[in-house]
């Protein structure tokens, strides 16, 4: 009885791995924060005619949202091994989105002569209040936008170190924001790597 052995023996070679931009702005939208909010929204409708009442209805919900950066914005320059990376502002992916199974609708009671609050009224209802949230996001919190980018610098910053390891490379990356206004201007931000 023979028995035969091969071993097949591969080596990988350092192929020069390089930092591209591309494979990055090829994400399109990097969504790295899930928020939930709860809130409350009302809508009081005057009667419609004689001997009707106003009419009521309270909507307590969560809107869910998340945020991120669009990619295709993210600007790149590298400096030998110092990658100055320059980051969009923080911006809401998607739409917001109110959570089904949180909903709890309350109405004012109905009389005989009711005032009737129609479907697509109740619906501006919610849409008016996730417009609401988002704003009182970007005006209210801060820290939640804070959040975001730090979570954005912190998956492009282990991008660029894995790519340095496998090309034999130790990058420095110093980190600009677009401020969002009409000049985009390009502003130093915090932390060096």
Not at 11 to 40: F, P
Not at 133 to 147: G, L, S
Not at 166 to 185: A, F, L, P
Request: with cysteine; glycine share 4%; aromatic share 6%.
């Amino acid at each position: 009885t023979f028995f035969f052995l091969i071993i097949t023996l591969s080596s990988c070679k350092k192929t020069g791995n390089k930092l591209d931009i591309s494979e990055i702005r090829n994400i399109s939208e990097l969504a790295v924060l899930d928020c939930y909010y709860h809130t409350v929204a009302r809508l009081i409708k005057p009667s419609e005619g004689i001997g009707k009442s106003d009419k009521t209805i309270w909507d307590e919900f969560t809107v869910e949202l998340k945020l991120g950066v669009d990619t295709s914005k993210i600007q790149m320059d590298i400096n030998e091994s110092t990658v100055t990376i320059v980051l969009p502002p923080i911006q809401m992916i998607g739409t917001p989105s109110i959570v089904p199974e949180s909903i709890h609708h309350i109405s004012s009671a109905d009389g005989i002569l009711k005032t009737v609050i129609t479907p697509e009224e109740a619906i501006t209802l919610q849409q008016n209040a996730q417009t609401s949230v988002v704003e009182k996001i970007y005006k209210d919190d801060p820290a939640i936008i804070q959040n975001a980018e730090n979570r954005v610098k912190h998956i492009l910053e282990s991008y660029i170190m894995r790519i340095g390891e496998s090309s034999g490379n130790k990058y420095t990356i110093e980190w600009k924001t677009i401020e969002d206004n009409e000049n985009s201007e390009v502003q130093e931000n915090s932390t060096e790597k």
